[in-house]
């Protein structure tokens, strides 16, 4: 049963315009989401994160928003840049879950110049 | 600067051996997990550990056991490989009570069972 669900596995965007990755989730209970970018050979790296009880939130290029009534987050980079590429995954915890993460399938971004 | 560490990048090993997947962070997290990540699958937890001789299971225990006796070590036993346990295996570790739940990821472990 996947509670975190990534639908795009690929996307490519031309550079300098925006990326925009999908994610949904269906436990009610998470409260906090998270995305990760992950390049080939490496571990994941944490980018940013969303509390509930916000809608938004920004650093840089990069804008996760939150829609909890339709259990729907996304990811905003712009603009896009060729280190862009990678595969990002968003994740989302409850705050009854100790810190544990469920991680959803991943998106592979592609950034052409 | 956050460093989580693996025993090994590659690892090829026959059907029934034992194998034991080494990590080690030096941040003095309390928590540390294991992950599988596998294409279409995205990342799943193995097992996870709050403090020294703590363990939890994760979604896909199956086949894998756990020991944590040092806060910074934290190592994946598979008792008897079996090939559909090739996959990249990635370590992770974090802290409690900031309700921040980041957690920091070591560079994976590729495993190959024949």
């Known amino acids: 049963d996947q509670q975190v669900k990534q639908n795009s596995p690929s996307l490519s965007v031309q550079e300098g315009r925006i990326s925009i990755l999908n994610c949904d989730y269906t436990?009610?209970?998470?409260?906090?989401f998270l995305w990760y970018k992950k390049y080939p050979a490496e571990g994941p790296t944490f980018l940013i994160s969303?509390?509930?009880?916000?809608d938004k939130n920004e650093d840089g290029r990069f804008t996760v928003f939150l829609n909890k009534s339709a259990k729907h987050l996304s990811l905003h980079i712009v603009p896009s840049q060729p280190g862009d590429s990678a595969v990002y995954f968003c994740?989302?915890?409850?705050?009854?879950?100790?810190?544990?993460?469920?991680f959803g399938t991943g998106t592979r971004l592609t950034i052409i110049p | 600067d956050v460093k989580v560490t693996q025993s090994s990048r590659y690892l090829v090993k026959r059907t029934g051996e034992k194998v034991f997947l080494e990590c080690v962070q030096d941040?003095?997290?309390?928590?540390m997990f294991w992950y599988r990540q596998d294409p279409g699958l995205g990342l799943r937890l193995i097992y996870f550990s709050y403090d020294v001789k703590m363990k939890e299971k994760g979604d896909i225990p199956e086949g894998y056991s756990v020991s944590r006796e040092k806060k910074e070590r934290f190592s994946l036993i598979l008792e008897s490989a079996s090939t559909n346990q090739t996959s990249m295996y990635l370590c992770?570790?974090?802290?409690?009570?900031?309700?921040?739940?980041?957690?920091?990821f070591g560079p994976g472990t590729r495993l190959t069972v024949l």
């Open positions: 994740a989302a915890s409850s705050n009854f879950g100790n810190e544990k993460l469920t």
């Open positions: 436990n009610s209970m998470f409260d906090y």
């Open positions: 969303i509390s509930s009880i916000k």
């Open positions: 941040m003095d997290h309390e928590n």
């Open positions: 992770a570790s974090g802290t409690v009570g900031l309700r921040t739940d980041t957690q920091y």
